[in-house]
């Protein structure tokens, strides 16, 4: 099975990165986690990128706030799948982010979930994963299958209480 990379700007970015790598554990999905910088550490983000496909990598988490152009430097350097994570900063509350990981130009696209959704993230790649994993995929089907009883005991509680 392909591994998930996941590249965070900056430890402030591990509360999101540990809600994708909950998803990951839970679908048994192999990664390794990062941090690199697309501004302090440019040549060992790029170096990452260009050599993830070759270290066993199918997609790549990227999550960074403020400028965010992490997602943007990885996936200029790579052919993988790069799912970009918007993370709040300090000044716009993740606007900033999300319009820095979601506008890249033509030619370089990253896919880019919600700002703070590392979970979406995770299933994105688990998704993009299970594309060539019948067992990922089944794996995928019944946590789809667990999600949808939950909801239907919550009706059911809801409609008993009112």
């Known amino acids: 099975m392909k591994k998930v990379a996941i590249v965070m700007g900056s430890d402030s970015d591990l509360p999101v990165i540990e809600k994708a790598v909950k998803v990951l554990r839970e679908l048994e999905i192999p990664f390794e986690a990062h941090v690199y910088s697309a501004h ?16 066993g990598f199918g997609v790549i988490l990227a999550a960074a706030g403020m400028a965010a152009h992490l997602a943007g430097a990885i996936a200029a350097n790579t052919t993988l799948p790069v799912i970009g994570i918007p993370c709040k900063g300090p000044a716009l509350d993740g606007m900033d982010a999300l319009l ?8 370089i696209p990253v896919a880019t979930v919600g700002i703070g959704n590392g979970a979406n993230a995770a299933l994105l790649a688990a998704q993009i994963l299970a594309l060539s994993d019948d067992a990922l995929a089944d794996r995928l089907t019944l946590r789809r299958r667990k999600e949808s009883e939950a909801v239907l005991a919550k009706d059911a509680g809801i409609v008993e209480r009112l």
């Open 40 to 55: 302090r550490t440019p040549v060992q983000a790029r170096d990452f990128a260009l050599n993830a496909r070759e270290k």
């Open 100 to 107: 820095s990981t979601v506008q890249m130009p033509s030619g």
